[in-house]
């Protein structure tokens, strides 16, 4: 059994900035890609970044420049550095992993239970 738990969400100001962290725990072989999607009211989810074991990141355009995904191996942990955030920005936050269960096993997807962002005007 595989968990998630995020957590760094929240209410903030239009400029302002957020860290978000998500922490992997259960049995498992290894951890390929961890990564952060949103989904906004009445919208379907989507990517915001996402960052593979070797630390190859890949990024939504909207958050480019603004947002740094990075990861503690060690830890099982994948952090989304949020600044300038924008009201456009406000969404509930699921952290995403890709695990390998085992030697040959195929990758399964994993999800968080969400986080709250809100960003003011």
């Known amino acids: 059994q595989v968990q998630l738990v995020e957590s760094g969400g929240g209410l903030v100001q239009a400029g302002g900035s957020l860290r978000l962290s998500c922490a992997a725990s259960g049995s498992f072989f290894s951890i390929a890609v961890l990564g952060w999607y949103r989904q906004a009211p009445g919208k379907e989810r989507e990517l915001v970044a996402d960052?593979?074991?070797?630390?190859?990141?890949n990024y939504a355009d909207s958050v480019k420049g603004r947002f740094t995904i990075s990861r503690d191996n060690a830890k099982n942990t994948v952090y989304l550095q949020m600044n300038n955030l924008k009201p456009e920005d406000t969404a509930v936050y699921y952290c995403?992993?890709?695990?390998?269960?085992?030697?040959?096993?195929?990758?399964?997807?994993?999800w968080g239970q969400g986080t709250q962002v809100t960003v003011s005007s």
């Open positions: 960052i593979t074991r070797g630390g190859s990141t």
């Open positions: 995403n992993a890709r695990i390998v269960p085992g030697i040959g096993f195929t990758i399964r997807y994993y």
